[in-house]
């Protein structure tokens, strides 16, 4: 896969990839973000962390370091691979047959695949001291670079409807909402109760 060009801004640099030395720090992060969703399949917080760490494939993420830090990250899923590798086969052997039936049903519900021609988004985290800082749309702007680097001619995501902070990014940055799938029965186990698809053409 050709390399995302970095880029430096005031406050971080942008590149391809997620440090090895920030695994630790890029699971914690993507729990923060998105820990409501998936507690109900891998949690509590302890153990999903530690499993989201071990099934990391750092080079689907664009990061963005500060300071030495990871200050935020925005995976995707490009030739099937995906930021976190997470399988059905996980979750049993994590939680057991009885445990994993369960668990794996919602692991159904949010399992995707990337269509033709399609750079599939997994989520763009930002630390929450430094949110209002432009990094979440360098990162999805890096995303757009990676597309043409492999010469794809869309993106694709889902934000569900308790972010609309997220919603306006991507609107901003081109997307429109292609579907919208409503949930309900997921408000209270995962916290929404409704998606929307959204495409943006490179």
Known sequence: MAPTQGYTRSVCTIDLGVPEACRQEAAELYWEAFGRKFAPVIGPRERGVALIARRLNLDRAVAAIGDGQLLGLAGFHLDG????????????????????????VLFALLDQKPRQNELLLEGIVVRPDQRGRGIGTALLRALFEVARANELTSLRLDVVDTNPRAHALYEREGFAVTKIERTPYLQKLMGFSSSREMVAQV
């Open 81 to 104: 691979k995906t930021l976190v590798n997470l399988t059905l086969r996980d979750v049993f052997r994590e939680f057991g047959p009885l445990r994993g039936i369960k668990r794996s």
